[in-house]
């Protein structure tokens, strides 16, 4: 493989590759990389998942609007401050506040208001990642005014058929895209990704995901397996769901976008580790350097259920760190603390 020079054939062909030789190749090639771009050190995001409220109706998503069997919750603002508070105090750096998709008055002011405490109680210090799907680009400059400096909005895939066939109508992929274009107008870092391993969708279009990232200047990605949830529509499709090849599908997407892009943040899901209690650490092996660990109060995670068989429901935010630090200690890297860990990639076109 030649260095770099990766063209479309060359990702399908990886994407396709059964051969555990060549891939162990490709993996090591892509840390490599990640070692050249972005080093050892592996950002954490605390990610608070403050409420499972959703207008949406995803079909693949199991806290879609229609989902009845879901309970819904909302953390108040208190809890969401101390969750904060939790991760500025164990040098997290930086935040993730995800939830359902709202676009009301209410919601808007909510967050608005959490945004600009956290800043406050955090001397400023915290990094804020938003991840609150598609919203008016009012809206996101409101959020930004208010000291978010991150956004991530999953694109899902970047086809815009099979996007059709993943949600209802009304949900509309060039709306989608606009607001990552309004994002990044906004100011933002912007992150996006897709779900790897859907119904219908074939390796060229992975690869064109992939195409998708760097044409469109992405600078963080978060992207991870598909996983079906029994009480949505789409798991109906899945005639049999084999864990091991959506795993390594997963981690051939990390190590093909490391190798592609080079010196963008990539996220390695907790997706992955759904499929495999390692799955993590194969992903930060695999090219990927960000970690989001779970920070939501225990009591509520059992509700935040995007997919079957998500991991860490019984554990705290303290044990999340714990069991992290000793995960990532055993692959031989080390933790970026305090720090906010913008991507080469950004730091780069800040310079320009
Ligand atoms: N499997 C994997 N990822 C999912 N998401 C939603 N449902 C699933 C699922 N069943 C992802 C989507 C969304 C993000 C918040 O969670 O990509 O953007
Ligand atoms: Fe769209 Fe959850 S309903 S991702």
Request: glycine share 8%.
């Amino acid at each position: 493989m030649k260095k770099n020079k990766l063209t479309k054939s060359d990702l399908i062909h990886f994407l396709q590759c059964e051969d555990q030789k060549e891939l162990d190749k490709l993996f090591n090639r892509a840390y490599q990389e990640k070692m050249e771009n972005v080093g050892k050190k592996v950002y954490f995001r605390g990610i608070i998942e403050f409420s499972n409220i959703c207008s949406k109706d995803c079909f693949y998503c199991g806290i879609r609007q229609s989902n009845q069997k879901m309970t819904r919750f909302r953390m108040t603002e208190d809890e969401i401050l101390e969750c904060a508070e939790f991760a500025w105090k164990m040098g997290y750096g930086s935040l993730v506040l995800q939830s359902g998709e709202r676009t009301d008055r209410e919601f808007i002011e909510f967050v608005e208001k959490i945004v600009r405490q956290i800043k406050k109680i955090s001397n400023d210090e915290l990094g804020i990642t938003l991840s609150l799907g598609e919203q008016s680009k009012e809206t996101f400059q409101k959020w930004f005014d208010a000291g978010a400096h991150r956004y991530l909005l999953r694109i899902e895939t970047s086809n815009s058929r099979l996007y059709s066939t993943l949600h209802p109508p009304d949900h509309d992929f060039q709306y989608r895209f606009q607001c990552l274009e309004h994002l990044r107008n906004v100011g933002y870092q912007v992150g996006t990704g897709v779900m790897i391993g859907l119904p219908g969708q074939t390796a060229e279009m992975l690869a064109e995901d992939i195409i998708f990232f760097k044409k469109h200047d992405i600078d963080m990605i978060g992207m991870g397996p598909y996983i079906p949830h029994p009480d949505t529509p789409l798991a109906s499709k899945v005639k049999k769901f084999d864990k091991k090849k959506q795993l390594t599908l997963g981690l051939k997407m990390i190590a093909l976008t490391r190798l592609y892009l080079q010196d963008v943040n990539i996220a390695s899901t907790t997706a992955l580790q759904a499929l495999h209690p390692e799955g993590r650490e194969f992903g930060l092996k695999a090219g990927a350097n960000i970690i989001m660990p779970n920070i939501t109060h225990t009591k509520y995670r059992d509700n935040y259920k995007l997919y079957d068989g998500k991991p860490c429901l019984n554990e705290n935010a303290k044990m999340c760190r714990v069991c992290l630090e000793g995960r990532i200690g055993n692959i031989g890297e080390e933790i970026g603390y305090n720090l906010w860990g913008d991507s080469p990639h950004f730091q780069k076109k800040q310079k320009k």
